[in-house]
């Protein structure tokens, strides 16, 4: 089966650094996305790895350890428009499928 | 440019109802996924098309559940009979590539079903 955890919720300060963690458990893998979702809007990209490392976009960044099963989002200089909810998901090997995580609800607190 | 489009965006069904929601990906994008996500919680995946072959069904919950893609562009989910359990939002997105490297999905608005 498919099991990926992420922290249900989390608050940070506005102008602090937060980092979500996700761990996974996939029959096959091909790749970890981040997705953010503001309440009743559609998920939007944030970042995507597929080799272990560090992958650096601006104020976000995502690590990835494959043989962990574990990836990370880093939020940094944290803003009021980050308040949402933050989505790791796992592509299965064929490409076809995608798993999420329940999702992250962030609060940004003055 | 246009992205992804879903209609309707709120539907209101009786139980026993049929409905069919739409999903207009963005031109040219070859790889279309259908997700349901309930609330407070991420998406599951339904079903996935490759142009017009529906190549994985595996995550639809039912028989009364069908999707089709007839020329590769417009899809339509499809519930028949439907039961309060399927009120959730139904995601559509699309993608350019086939499920290779940075395969960046690009996510509709949904369209929320409300069984009543």
């Known amino acids: 089966g498919q099991n990926i955890d992420q922290p249900t919720e989390m608050t940070a300060t506005e102008g602090a650094i937060v980092q979500i963690n996700c761990t996974y458990q996939t029959s096959g893998f091909n790749g970890l996305f981040w997705y953010q979702q503001h309440a009743g809007e559609a998920p939007t990209f944030l970042s995507y790895n597929v080799l272990d490392g560090l992958e650096e976009k601006g104020r976000f960044s995502s690590f990835l350890s494959r043989s962990k099963g574990y990836s990370y989002l880093l939020l940094k200089e944290l803003q009021m428009k980050d308040s949402a909810s933050y989505l790791c998901?796992?592509?299965?090997?064929?490409?076809?499928?995608?798993?999420f995580g329940t999702g992250t609800s962030l609060t940004v607190i003055p | 440019g246009a992205g992804v489009s879903q209609s309707p965006r709120y539907k209101v069904a009786k139980r026993g109802q049929d409905v069919a929601l739409r999903c207009d990906p963005i031109?040219?994008?070859?790889?279309l996924f259908w997700y349901q996500q309930a609330l407070g919680q991420g998406p599951e995946f339904l079903t996935y098309f490759q142009n017009e072959a529906q190549l994985d069904k595996s995550g639809l919950p039912s028989d009364r559940f069908f999707a089709e893609r007839p020329e590769g562009s417009v899809s339509t989910l499809k519930i028949q009979r439907t039961q309060q359990e399927d009120s959730a939002v139904y995601l559509c997105?699309?993608?350019?590539?086939?499920?290779?490297?940075?395969?960046?999905?690009?996510f509709g608005p949904g369209t929320r079903l409300t069984v009543t």
């Open positions: 998901a796992v592509r299965d090997k064929t490409g076809n499928q995608f798993y």
């Open positions: 997105a699309s993608s350019l590539a086939p499920g290779r490297g940075l395969d960046e999905q690009y």
């Open positions: 031109s040219g994008h070859v790889s």
